[in-house]
T-cell receptor
Framework: DVKVTQSSRYLVKRTGEKVFLECVQDMDHENMFWYRQDPGLGLRLIYFSYDVKMKEKGDIPEGYSVSREKKERFSLILESASTNQTSMYLC?????????????FGNGTRLTVT | RKEVEQDPGPFNVPEGATVAFNCTYSNSASQSFFWYRQDCRKEPKLLMSVYSSGNEDGRFTAQLNRASQYISLLIRDSKLSDSATYLCVTPSGGSYIPTFGRGTSLIVHP
């Protein structure tokens, strides 16, 4: 079974802080994704990566950056957290590269920015 | 127009009922479709893939209608435990990037 692990289940940060959300998958998947989910808006793609050191912007990349130094790890960075980044963040992975296939999700990080 | 659209519901049905949801998509070139289930405050989990010929898994049946560009999910003999949000997913535009609908909420009551 694919396991996608997000480092924190709940996180509370202050406005202006730099925030790191970590995601690790254990199935050697090529593709990794970061989504945020807000009531009424559904899942929106922030960034994705289809290979180590590769990254591409999703629909809402503003205020975020990502890092993929190793295949199994995909980090989401909030350079200067703001209250409108309070949300549920979901990491996912899939295989094969650049091909449609089911996503496997981590159990999410609920981030509150005060 | 959003690329993947779903009726948010909620669909409120009694136990034992049959309920169906549709999901319309705008990318006529889409080749892959999935239904996910998401419980409150949990992550989405794959429910089933949707094949061109349709597919069935127990009480769940998924169908694809390419001509009208929608997929459907039929749940027979609804259980209380089926209460959840159901999300459809398909690649957007000309890419393989998964795009989610906003989900349809199902509430099964006794």
């Amino acid at each position: 079974d694919v396991k996608v692990t997000q480092s924190s289940r709940y996180l509370v940060k202050r406005t202006g802080e730099k925030v790191f959300l970590e995601c690790v998958q254990d199935m050697d998947h090529e593709n990794m994704f970061w989504y945020r989910q807000d009531p009424g808006l559904g899942l929106r793609l922030i960034y994705f990566s289809y290979d180590v050191k590769m990254k591409e912007k999703g629909d809402i990349p503003e205020g975020y950056s990502v890092s993929r130094e190793k295949k199994e790890r995909f980090s989401l960075i909030l350079e200067s957290a703001s209250t409108n980044q309070t949300s549920m963040y979901l990491c996912a992975s899939s295989q094969p590269p650049r091909g449609p296939s089911p996503l496997h999700f981590g159990n999410g990080t609920r981030l509150t920015v005060t | 127009r959003k690329e993947v659209e779903q009726d948010p519901g909620p669909f409120n049905v009694p136990e034992g009922a049959t309920v169906a949801f549709n999901c319309t998509y705008s990318n006529s070139a889409s080749q892959s479709f999935f239904w996910y289930r998401q419980d409150c405050r949990k992550e989405p989990k794959l429910l089933m893939s949707v094949y061109s010929s349709g597919n069935e898994d127990g009480r769940f049946t998924a169908q694809l209608n390419r001509a009208s560009q929608y997929i459907s999910l039929l749940i027979r003999d609804s259980k209380l435990s089926d209460s959840a949000t159901y999300l459809c997913v398909t690649p957007s535009g000309g890419s393989y990037i998964p795009t989610f609908g906003r989900g349809t909420s199902l509430i099964v009551h006794p």
